[in-house]
């Protein structure tokens, strides 16, 4: 194994045992599906989607259906919602500048 090779790897493993380290300890809240979160609430599915829509509810598209959070409320604010929760890409960037939640 060249010398190379084995630097390669003991950095690899060092980061992945940094960045397991750094994993939050709270998981981010559970996604449902429209149907999942309809059934969870008693409202039909098509409300569901309209509410979403009219921005009253907060959901995200993944790939061509909607998600959403399993704590969601009807009529939270979305702004709220969206500076209450950390992006994957504003977690890993401060997780890279050494940061710690």
Not at 82 to 99: I, V, Y
């Amino acid at each position: 194994m060249s010398l190379e090779k084995t630097i390669e790897d003991i950095v690899r493993r060092v980061v992945r045992e940094e960045l397991a380290a750094e994993r939050p300890q709270a998981l981010p809240p559970a996604l449902l599906s429209v149907k999942a979160y309809a059934e969870r609430t008693g409202v039909a599915p098509a409300t569901i989607r309209r509410l979403i829509k009219d921005e009253l509810l907060p959901g995200v598209k993944v790939g061509s259906a909607w998600r959403i959070a399993a704590d969601a409320v009807v009529g939270e604010p979305i702004a709220a919602t969206k500076e209450r929760r950390e992006s994957p890409d504003a977690f890993a960037m401060r997780l890279l500048a050494g940061g710690r939640r």
